[in-house]
């Protein structure tokens, strides 16, 4: 079956740099175009990233934009996410999901999350 699980999650200061990491296993991971989702206290859930099945494209939220970088080794069947410049905003449970066969049927899997804490 489909397992996604996060990990890097922890405490960091504002402007600070933490690497997310996702292993993913049950399915063939090269086929299939991954996000990064989060939710911060007291919100709802929010985009944050998409990477293209092969790698050859990303797509960012506007709010982090220029600071985070999706990545994925498929060989290893491991999506990244690198934050650097981090925010009190970007506090949040981070969640590792996979995209359905067509982006128009949303996301069908996602991991149980890790927490990013931005604060002094």
């Known amino acids: 079956e489909v397992h996604l699980v996060e990990s890097g999650g922890g405490l960091v200061q504002p402007g600070g740099s933490l690497r997310l990491s996702c292993a993913a296993s049950?399915?063939?991971?090269?086929?299939?175009?991954m996000s990064w989702v989060r939710q911060a206290p007291g919100k709802g859930p929010e985009w944050v990233s998409t990477?293209?099945?092969?790698?050859?494209?990303?797509t960012y939220a506007d709010s982090v934009k220029g600071r985070f970088t999706i990545s994925r080794d498929n060989a290893k069947n491991t999506l990244f996410l690198q934050m650097n410049s981090l925010k009190p905003e970007d506090t949040a449970i981070y969640y590792c999901?996979?995209?359905?066969?067509?982006?128009?049927?949303?996301?069908?899997?996602w991991g149980k999350g890790t927490l990013v804490t931005v604060s002094s």
């Open positions: 999901a996979r995209w359905q066969s067509s982006y128009a049927y949303g996301m069908d899997y």
């Open positions: 049950g399915f063939t991971f090269s086929y299939y175009a």
């Open positions: 990477i293209r099945d092969d790698g050859s494209s990303t």
